[in-house]
């Protein structure tokens, strides 16, 4: 099975501040097939970016994502107070799909 | 509204089984495909088993294959997940989650409340 590995761990940061999330996988992941999702506490996730670079619907435009082959990242710009949250990247490529361990962006 | 309703969560012992059911609606089921994830107490997403618009295609995570079976039933707008030999590992809770398209390669777009599953002797 393909390994999503997603870092940093944990990232402090303020409003306003810009971060990017790195998900990396074991093998090449096919044609893009990566998503990237939001999960805040008590809450059902909701999807940001699929096809590793298209904005779900209703996605605000400060969130980003670019990548290909083996190397993912997510970029929020101008973060803000509730994009504070955990983000997981997801490969749908190949079977079976799998999710990356998260990265929780907090506030510092 | 698009709505999936998980039930058959529960007290479950090493070794015995549990079904879980996920009733859809607002959409048309059938041109969707469906998945089971999971997600332990503090721990991150843990992506169980997908099966396609007309049940052709159907994957399951290393950990649970030979052990859960998924399958859904199209008249009834529901998908279940039949887990057996459960396992302590097993305790989590277990969203019933819907596909963007027909084919079983693809995110989720859709998301359950979930039903726990706790696993104890």
Redesign the interface.
């Known amino acids: 099975e393909i390994v999503l590995t997603q870092s940093p761990g944990t990232v402090s940061l303020s409003p306003g501040e810009t971060v990017t999330l790195s998900c990396r996988a074991s093998q090449s992941v096919r044609d893009t097939y990566l998503a990237w999702y939001q999960q805040k506490p008590g809450q059902t996730p909701r999807v940001l970016i699929y096809d590793a670079s298209r904005r779900a619907t209703g996605i605000p435009d400060r969130f980003s994502g670019s990548g290909s082959g083996t190397d993912f990242t997510l970029s929020i710009s101008r973060l803000e107070p509730e994009d504070f949250a955990v983000y997981y990247c997801q490969q749908y490529g190949t079977s079976p799909l799998t999710f990356g361990g998260g990265t929780k962006v907090e506030i510092k | 509204e698009v709505q999936l309703v998980e039930s058959g969560g529960g007290l479950g012992q090493p070794g015995r089984s549990l079904r879980l059911s996920c009733v859809a609606s607002g959409f048309r089921f059938d041109d969707f495909a469906m998945?089971w994830?999971r997600q332990a107490p503090g721990k991150?997403?843990?992506?169980v088993a997908?099966i396609s618009w007309d049940s052709d295609d159907i994957?399951?995570?290393?950990s649970v294959r030979g052990r859960f079976t998924i399958s859904r039933d199209n008249a009834k707008n529901s998908v279940y997940l039949q887990m057996n030999n459960l396992r302590v590992e097993d305790t989590a809770l277990y969203?019933c989650a819907k596909g963007?398209r027909h084919y079983?390669?693809?995110?989720?777009?859709v998301?359950?409340?979930?039903t726990t599953v706790t696993v104890s002797s």
């Open positions: 998945y994830v991150g997403l843990d992506w997908g994957g399951y995570a290393d969203y963007l079983y390669y693809y995110h989720v777009d998301w359950g409340k979930g």
